[in-house]
């Protein structure tokens, strides 16, 4: 399966604008080896290219790493947030709530784990 298709399968839904745009680096990537071929493989066209190219890839990379970084400090945040809460005094309706609480962090956790790694692939991947 192309990793494109994998990529939409893996992705969080609510989390798909963050991921990497692979397509785009993919087609540029097309398109950059066309052009560097037609125009004769100069060292001026292949400085061009890869600034075109990092105009493109940047932005992706800082997408994808500020998603991180938000997620990760939410995640530190609720985690200090639970530990303080926890209490071997509190009642069982308490104790409840608090561990669905907890839950629903590692949910968050194992997403920005899957995130991760999915983007990750991607910016690995050779088109």
């Known amino acids: 399966m192309k ?17 990497i745009d692979y397509r785009l680096l993919k087609k ?3 398109e950059f080896e066309i ?5 004769g493989s100069s060292e001026s066209s292949r400085d061009a290219i890869v600034e075109e190219f990092r105009l493109l890839f940047i932005p992706e990379l800082d997408k ?3 998603r991180y970084k938000e997620q990760e400090e939410k995640g530190t945040k609720k ?9 071997e005094k509190l009642g069982d ?7 669905r609480d907890f839950s629903k962090l590692m ?12 983007n990750i692939i991607g910016f690995q991947k050779n088109p």
Not at 6 to 14: F, M, V
Not at 79 to 87: D, G, M, P
Request: aromatic content about 16%; proline content about 2%.
């Open 28 to 30: 540029a990537i097309k």
């Open 64 to 66: 994808v790493n500020d």
């Open 93 to 99: 309706a308490e104790k409840e709530k608090w561990r």
């Open 107 to 118: 949910q968050a956790l194992e997403y920005l784990c899957d995130f991760t790694h999915t």
């Open 3 to 19: 990793f494109a298709k994998q990529l939409a399968l893996r992705s969080i839904p609510t989390w798909a604008i963050y991921y």
């Open 35 to 39: 052009r560097f071929r037609a125009e």
């Open 79 to 87: 985690l200090e947030a639970l530990k303080s809460e926890w209490n």
